[in-house]
C-alpha cells in the first residue's frame, strides 16, 4: 500500500469565499462543500494572488506570484522555465492527472499532466455548462478503473460559477425583464443586496479605468448595461450566482460519493479552492478583477474523507492567512517531495495538522499588473503603480516613487470596505507600515519581463490609458 | 441596447461578436418545412411513437465553437428525443445528446408512466461516449430507484447514491419534459398554475424542487407559448410550444435547442 497519500485538487472558478452554507450564507445551498468542510481544515483569511483566473492559475500551477510567473492578467504567457506542479510531481514519483479547466496560458497541460477531460473545444475561461458534467464524468471513469502502482495526483478544474459571466454577457444589448416582473419569484426569494452596494468612489486610478469609467477598459459593455438595472436585477444577478454555485457544489458531491465507495477514500487528501472571486453587487461591481474582499477571498479547505491523511477534522482556521501560492508546496509537502527553492508560498500541512507555528501576518495580491494589496488582520491597503514613463515590460515595484493613488480599510470597524480612510491624517502610521510590508514582500519576488508579444500589446495597449489619465487629469 | 429585435429575449442571442449571425439562423430554422410540418401534426394526447430532433446552437458563440467548424454553420450538436408507448402503458424513452464542444456524446434509456408528470419507471441506462482523445472515452452507468425512493446509481459494479426523491413530488428526468410540459400547458397557461416537480436531470443528478410555470407568448417568428423551469441547483430554461404540443425551442444558459424535424405517428 502507498504510504504517500493520493492528492486530489478541486478547485472552483470564480467563487468568492462567504458563497457557501457552511460559512452560513443563506441564499443558498452547498452540502458537499460543507461536507468537505466538516472533514477538514478550512481557512477563513484565504486569498487568491490575483483576481483573475489565469493569473491566479498560474499562481497554483507554480507556487509564485503572478508578476514572476508571466501571467498578471488573462493574456499572460507563462515563462518556460518554470516548472509546474504536473512535472515535479511527476519527477517525484507521482501519476498526475488533469480534468477539466486549466486555463494557464503558456503552458500545455497535455505535457506536463495525462489529461482526463479538456473538452471537444478545448477549455478556455468557461462554459461550465458544456464541460463541468463531462469533467465529473472523467472523474468517474478514473476513480473506478485507476490502478496504478504509483500515488495519483488529480486536479479538477470546474467552470462553475464562472458561467455567471454569461449571465452579465446576456444583458448587454437587451433588456430582460426582472424575475419579479416577470411572476417567476417573489422578492422575498431573491437574496437583498449587499451591504457594500453603495461605496467610496475615492478608488485608485487603475481600478476606475478599468471598471468604472464609460469607457472602461474591462467589460464596459456590461457595465453600460447594468447601470439601467433596478435593484430586483441586481438582486436577480445574485440568485443565479447563487444557482451556479449549487451546480458545481452537486458535480463536487458526485465525486466525492465516488471516491467514497473507492479503496482511495481513506488515504486522499482533499485540496479545495477557487481561483478568485465575484464581486457579485458588491461595490456596484459584477466579476472580478478588483482587490475588494468579494474577489480576492476565496475558500479554501484541507480534507479527508477517511482517517490516514493528516488533516484536523472539523477546524474553522480563522487566524492565519494563506494564498494561492501556498497550494504548490503544501501540495509537496504531503507528497514527500521538495518544491523548487523559488516558490514562494509555505505548506499549510502544520496549520491543517492544528499545530501552533510561526505565520505571516499578512496576505499580498496582486492585480491588473501595476494593482496591489496588502491584507492585515485589521487593515487592507490597496494601492497601484503609475505606469512607467519609458515601459520595459517588467512588472512594477516595489518603488516609492511610482506609487499611485491607494485605498485604506479598517475590517474590524468596515468589514464591508465602504469608507477609504487613506487621507485621514491618523491613519498615516498604518498606511506606512502596510507600505513596508508590500515594498519587504516584493524585493523578495524574481519579477521576470514579460517577452511574448500578445501580454506586452495588452500592457501596451492598458498603460495608453493609464498615462492619459495621469497625465490629462482626467480623474482626480 | 437594441430592442428592434422580433425574438423573445429568452432566446434572443444576436449580440456581441455573433458570427453566424444567431437570431437569423435560428428564424430561418424556424421556417424550414419539417417545423412546419410538427404544427401541423395531430395533437400529442393522440401519439404512441413521437420522436423530434433538436439542433443545438450555442448562446455565447466565441469561444465555444466546435474545432471542425464550418463557415456559416451555428450548430454544435443534435438533440434526439424520441419515445415509445409499451402495451402496457409504460413509455420507453431513448434520447441521445450530442455536442461537438463538450465532446461528449450521451444516450440515455430510461421509461416512464403515462401520466402528465411521466413518472420514472423502473430502471435505466446511460451510454457516455467521449471523443476528445483523453484518457475519459467510455461511461456507462445504470440506475433505479427503491421502494425508498433512493435513486441508486451503478458504475463499473459500483453502486453509489444520488439522493433520495421527495415522494410528494413527481420524479421525472429532465429529457421526459419535453412532453411533461406540453401536457401541463393548459393548467400552467390558462389557470395561471405553478407546479412543483423534482428532476432527475440526466439520470444522474437528483433536482429534487423544480417550479414550472407559464412565462409568456410570441407572434413571432412563430405563435409559440413559453414557460419557464427554476430550482434550486437549476440555472433557469424556458421552454416554448407550439399549437400542437410540440417543444419548438428550449433555451437555457448556453445553449439553444431549435426543432429541426418531427417524425412520429400521426394516427
Redesign the interface.
Known amino acids: 500500500m502507498n504510504k504517500r497519500p493520493n492528492i486530489l485538487f478541486i478547485n472552483t472558478d470564480q467563487h468568492s469565499w462567504d458563497a457557501l452554507s457552511a460559512y452560513g450564507n443563506p441564499y443558498l445551498?452547498t452540502p458537499n462543500i460543507d461536507l468537505l468542510h466538516r472533514n477538514g481544515t478550512s481557512f477563513k483569511k484565504s486569498y487568491c494572488t490575483d483576481p483573475v483566473c489565469a493569473a491566479a492559475r498560474s499562481s497554483w500551477a507554480t507556487g509564485l506570484y503572478t508578476s514572476e510567473t508571466g501571467v498578471p492578467f488573462n493574456g499572460g504567457q507563462l515563462h518556460t522555465k518554470i516548472p509546474d506542479i504536473g512535472q515535479i510531481l511527476r519527477a517525484g514519483g507521482y501519476r498526475v492527472?488533469h480534468?477539466g479547466k486549466w486555463h494557464v496560458p503558456g503552458r500545455n497541460v497535455r505535457e506536463s499532466f495525462?489529461?482526463?477531460?479538456?473538452?471537444?473545444?478545448d477549455i478556455?475561461?468557461?462554459?461550465?455548462?458544456?464541460?463541468d458534467?463531462?469533467s465529473t464524468?472523467?472523474v468517474?471513469?478514473?476513480l473506478?478503473?485507476y490502478d496504478g502502482n504509483e500515488p495519483f495526483y488529480l486536479q479538477i478544474g470546474y467552470v462553475d460559477p464562472h458561467?455567471v459571466c454569461?449571465?452579465l454577457?446576456?444583458h448587454?444589448?437587451?433588456?430582460?425583464?426582472n424575475?419579479v416582473e416577470?411572476?417567476?419569484?417573489t422578492e422575498d426569494e431573491l437574496p437583498p443586496l449587499p451591504e457594500n452596494f453603495d461605496y467610496d468612489e475615492r478608488e485608485t486610478v487603475l481600478h476606475r479605468v478599468c471598471r468604472r469609467v464609460d469607457d472602461a477598459l474591462i467589460h464596459a459593455?456590461i457595465l453600460k448595461?447594468v447601470r439601467?438595472w433596478d435593484e430586483l436585477q441586481w438582486r436577480y444577478f445574485r440568485w443565479?450566482y447563487y444557482?451556479?454555485i449549487?451546480?458545481v457544489?452537486?458535480e463536487i458531491g458526485?465525486v466525492l460519493?465516488?471516491l467514497?465507495?473507492?479503496s482511495f477514500y481513506d488515504n486522499t487528501l482533499i485540496l479545495f479552492s477557487a481561483d478568485h472571486g465575484e464581486a457579485c453587487g458588491s461595490h456596484q461591481m459584477f466579476q472580478k478583477f478588483s482587490l475588494y474582499e468579494e474577489n480576492v477571498r476565496v475558500p479554501f479547505i484541507m480534507a479527508c474523507l477517511g482517517e490516514n491523511v493528516s488533516v484536523k477534522k472539523d477546524q474553522f482556521d480563522e487566524t492565519h492567512f494563506v494564498s494561492g501560492v501556498d497550494v504548490f508546496p503544501t501540495i509537496c509537502d504531503y507528497a514527500g517531495i521538495d518544491p523548487p527553492e523559488d516558490v514562494q508560498g509555505v505548506s499549510l500541512r502544520p496549520l491543517a495538522e492544528g499545530e501552533d507555528v510561526a505565520w505571516q501576518e499578512y496576505a499580498y495580491i496582486e492585480s491588473n499588473y501595476w494593482g496591489r494589496a496588502i491584507v492585515t488582520d485589521q487593515y487592507k491597503y490597496v494601492t497601484e503603480y503609475k505606469p512607467k514613463t519609458v515601459e520595459d515590460f517588467v512588472p512594477p515595484g516595489p518603488d516609492s516613487e511610482q506609487l499611485g493613488l491607494a485605498q485604506l480599510f479598517d475590517k474590524h470597524n468596515d468589514p464591508w470596505e465602504t469608507e477609504n480612510l487613506v487621507n485621514a491624517p491618523e491613519y498615516q502610521e498604518i498606511i506606512k507600515t502596510c507600505r513596508e510590508r508590500l515594498f519587504a514582500q516584493e524585493s523578495q519576488l524574481n519579477r521576470q519581463q514579460i517577452i511574448h508579444r500578445s501580454p506586452k500589446r495588452i500592457i501596451s495597449n492598458w498603460r495608453k490609458r493609464l498615462r492619459e489619465h495621469w497625465e490629462h487629469g482626467k480623474i482626480k | 441596447?437594441?430592442?428592434s429585435?422580433p425574438l423573445h429575449?429568452s432566446f434572443?442571442?444576436n449580440?456581441?461578436a455573433q458570427n453566424p449571425d444567431f437570431a437569423q439562423i435560428l428564424i430561418k430554422l424556424l421556417d424550414e418545412p419539417e417545423v412546419k410540418s410538427a404544427a401541423d401534426s395531430v395533437s400529442v394526447d393522440t401519439e404512441d411513437f413521437k420522436k423530434h430532433v433538436y439542433q443545438i446552437l450555442p448562446?455565447?458563440w466565441r469561444?465555444?465553437?466546435?474545432?471542425d467548424n464550418q463557415e456559416g454553420v451555428l450548430s454544435i450538436g443534435t438533440v434526439i428525443v424520441e419515445r415509445q408507448k409499451r402495451n402496457d402503458d409504460i413509455w420507453n424513452y431513448n434520447v441521445q445528446y450530442q455536442?461537438?464542444?463538450?465532446?461528449?456524446d450521451l444516450r440515455f434509456q430510461f421509461h416512464c408512466q403515462n401520466e402528465c408528470y411521466r413518472p420514472l419507471y423502473g430502471s435505466w441506462r446511460v451510454d457516455?461516449q467521449?471523443?476528445?482523445n483523453?484518457?475519459?472515452?467510455?461511461?456507462k452507468?445504470d440506475g433505479r430507484l427503491t421502494s425508498d425512493a433512493e435513486i441508486l446509481i451503478c458504475?463499473?459494479g459500483?453502486?453509489?447514491?444520488?439522493g433520495t426523491a421527495n415522494n410528494s413530488l413527481p420524479l421525472t428526468c429532465n429529457w421526459a419534459l419535453f412532453d411533461v410540459i406540453p401536457a401541463l400547458a393548459e393548467r400552467l397557461k390558462e389557470l395561471g398554475d405553478n407546479v412543483d416537480i423534482a428532476l432527475l436531470d440526466?439520470l444522474?443528478?437528483l433536482r429534487p424542487k423544480n417550479?414550472l410555470?407559464f412565462?409568456?407568448s410570441v407572434h413571432s417568428p412563430i405563435p409559440l407559448d413559453g414557460y419557464?423551469l427554476?430550482g434550486?441547483?437549476?440555472?433557469?430554461s424556458y421552454w416554448w410550444v407550439d399549437a400542437n404540443g410540440n417543444i419548438i425551442i428550449v433555451s437555457?444558459?448556453?445553449?439553444t435547442l431549435v426543432l429541426k424535424e418531427k417524425m412520429g405517428d400521426t394516427s
Request: proline share 3%.
Open positions: 445551498h492527472f480534468c495525462e489529461v482526463l477531460y479538456y473538452g471537444g473545444h478556455g475561461a468557461g462554459g461550465a455548462a458544456y464541460y458534467s463531462a464524468h472523467a468517474a471513469d478514473f473506478m478503473n458561467d454569461e449571465y454577457h446576456n448587454e444589448e437587451k433588456r430582460i425583464p424575475p416577470q411572476g417567476i419569484l459593455r448595461a439601467d443565479n444557482r451556479f449549487e451546480k457544489d452537486a458526485r460519493s465516488m467514497r465507495q473507492t | 441596447m437594441d430592442d429585435n429575449w434572443d442571442y449580440h456581441g448562446n455565447f469561444g465555444y465553437k466546435r474545432r455536442n461537438t464542444t463538450s465532446g461528449e457516455a467521449n471523443s476528445c483523453d484518457r475519459y472515452s467510455t461511461l452507468w458504475i463499473n459500483t453502486e453509489i447514491t444520488a440526466d444522474e443528478q417550479k410555470g412565462l409568456d419557464y427554476y434550486t441547483g437549476v440555472l433557469p437555457s444558459t448556453f445553449e
